[in-house]
């Protein structure tokens, strides 16, 4: 007998071509400076080891990086760096309060009518300036054992209408993992979306396979459920035609696709670079959506642009972009109810 569920009806492939392309991914940073024809002496000065948060960078990421170029910025998203072993006051190893606001393992309940999951501790990449980069995983997710009591959690309180896959990165769940999870979420009545946080069409693009897309077209036809997909993409240089096949066939597959960027000092803190973005983004029918200020994680200080420029570079983006093209800059603080609007500098 068919289940009555959409999701249980189809058989999943289980493509493994991108465990392999991840398996294949740098590791070592002298591997990663080699390929790109950098320096091993300023590898020495610049580059540290950390055994808590070792990088991990795709080929495919890699080689859209400008050869000989230390300042390429790309590179500084991922490339560790000794700043990062400077503490810095301020920065702290939970930024924006995740903890306090765990309902159950792996479940956030920080903002009105959403929770949010951190489904796994897995990433396609390690960001230098990742806000979650101490958050205690094997602590702190949703596994077998206490998935029952997170889904008794979202079906006791009917204000909860969105479901956000978060982590690490959802999309390094397996298939059947994550098939799943969605089948028990949108058997719950309240839930009528699911939003989806991802890097993975940026670093991992073969990642959005056959297998994962019929799962996703599976759940459009689960009656009332919308799908939101929040790329993070801080950088034009960062979409080529594998990413833009991969966001094409998400947005043909039902999501509705917004970006969120970060903004990095020396990365993308000029108002080229980030209209570029917008436009390219727009170009790929993914809506800009948020601007964060940088998350005061301890060991990224040196990302962060100050607010003062931050302000600026917004005026800047108004009076060159089209209102729908200019991102919403906002920072993230503990304790508060929603992500707050950077608008001027404080009194």
């Known amino acids: 007998m068919l289940s009555s569920h959409p999701l249980e009806r189809i058989q999943l492939n289980n493509e493994s071509n991108w465990r392999t392309v991840l398996k294949k991914a740098f590791k070592d940073p002298l591997e990663l400076l080699e390929f790109l024809g950098l320096d091993r002496a300023e590898y020495l000065d610049k580059v540290k080891t950390d055994s808590r948060f070792k990088m991990l960078v795709p080929l495919s990421y890699a080689e859209k990086m400008q050869k ?53 501790g897995a990433f396609p990449v390690h960001c230098r ?49 994550l098939q799943k999870m969605c089948v028990e979420i949108t058997a719950i009545p309240h839930v009528k979306t699911l939003r989806f946080h991802t890097r993975v069409p940026v670093f991992l693009p073969e990642r959005i396979n056959q297998s994962l897309r019929k799962m996703f077209t599976a759940l459009s036809a689960v009656q009332d459920i919308q799908k939101v997909m929040v790329v ?11 990413v833009s096949r991969a966001l ?14 970060v903004l990095l000092k020396e990365v993308n803190d000029d108002v080229a670079t980030l209209s570029e973005l917008s436009h390219k983004l727009m170009a790929n029918h993914v809506l800009p959506y948020y601007l964060h200020q940088l998350d005061r994680i301890q060991g990224a200080a040196h990302f962060e642009v100050e607010r003062d420029r931050s302000i600026k570079l917004m005026e800047g983006l108004r009076n060159n972009l089209p209102g729908y093209l200019v991102p919403r800059l906002v920072e993230d603080i503990s ?10 500098n404080p009194e």
């Open 232 to 242: 993070h993409i801080n950088h034009a240089n960062e979409i080529d035609e594998h």
């Open 248 to 261: 094409s066939d998400l947005r043909k597959d039902g999501f509705s696709l917004l970006n969120q960027s």
């Open 335 to 344: 304790g508060k109810r929603s992500k707050l609007p950077i608008e001027k």
């Open 68 to 120: 000989g170029d230390w300042n390429d910025p790309l590179l500084q998203q991922v490339l560790p760096i000794n700043q990062e072993n400077i503490e810095t006051r301020g920065f702290v190893n939970d930024p924006i309060g995740d903890l306090q606001a765990e309902a159950s393992s792996g479940l956030l309940h920080k903002y009105q009518g959403r929770v949010l999951l951190v489904t796994t």
């Open 129 to 177: 300036y990742c806000f979650r980069r101490e958050f205690p995983y094997a602590d702190s997710s949703p596994d077998k054992k206490q998935w029952q009591n997170t889904l008794d959690y979202i079906q006791g309180d009917n204000s909860i209408h969105e479901v956000i896959f978060s982590g690490g990165d959802p999309l390094m769940l397996s298939d059947d993992r």
